[in-house]
């Protein structure tokens, strides 16, 4: 399981006061929304200020995840389902998503939560979507290690 040696996180996150836009895929709609209601729980949890932003695949994340970034987000959380198939397609859209995500964080100096889940097949989406009988909550884990490292950046910016 991808989920081995994870860090557990016993203090509770304090979002209070940072302003996160969530942004997510369409396509598997299934995992995707198991996705974006772990975000959704873990940013209640933390009383973080959140918005969510649906764009068509992920393909537009990096796009959208800037725009909001620059348009006055502390924190992006990016959430897709890519389900590899018979064709590079998913090598392609993979690669360009990741790359793009991480260009977005270090251009614009602000964290990007990574919840795009890689796959070969749609029971791993399932096992990591965060629902009734899943063994990860990848969307919870996204918003909060969005939320840790914005906390970090504010307080190493004073």
């Given at each position: ?71 006055g987000a502390d924190a992006v959380v990016a959430l897709g389902v890519i389900i590899r198939g ?7 859209v993979s690669s360009a998503a990741t790359d793009g995500l991480t260009r977005v964080a270090l ?41 840790r490292t914005a906390i970090v950046l504010r307080d190493l910016r004073g």
């Amino acid at each position: 399981m991808s989920g081995t040696g994870s860090p557990q996180q016993h203090a509770p996150v304090d979002g209070t006061g940072l302003r996160v836009v969530v942004v997510a895929g369409t396509w598997h709609d299934v995992i995707t929304d198991g996705l974006i209601a772990g975000a959704q729980r873990a940013l209640d949890a933390a009383r973080a200020t959140w918005s969510l932003v649906r764009v068509p695949g992920s393909f537009e994340l990096p796009l959208v995840s800037k725009a909001a970034l620059e348009s006055g987000a502390d924190a992006v959380v990016a959430l897709g389902v890519i389900i590899r198939g018979g064709t590079p397609h998913f090598d392609y859209v993979s690669s360009a998503a990741t790359d793009g995500l991480t260009r977005v964080a270090l251009d614009t100096g602000k964290p990007v939560g990574f919840g795009v889940l890689t796959l070969d097949d749609e029971q791993q989406g399932l096992d990591r979507a965060g629902l009734e009988g899943s063994k990860e909550d990848k969307g919870a884990e996204a918003a909060d290690a969005a939320m840790r490292t914005a906390i970090v950046l504010r307080d190493l910016r004073g």
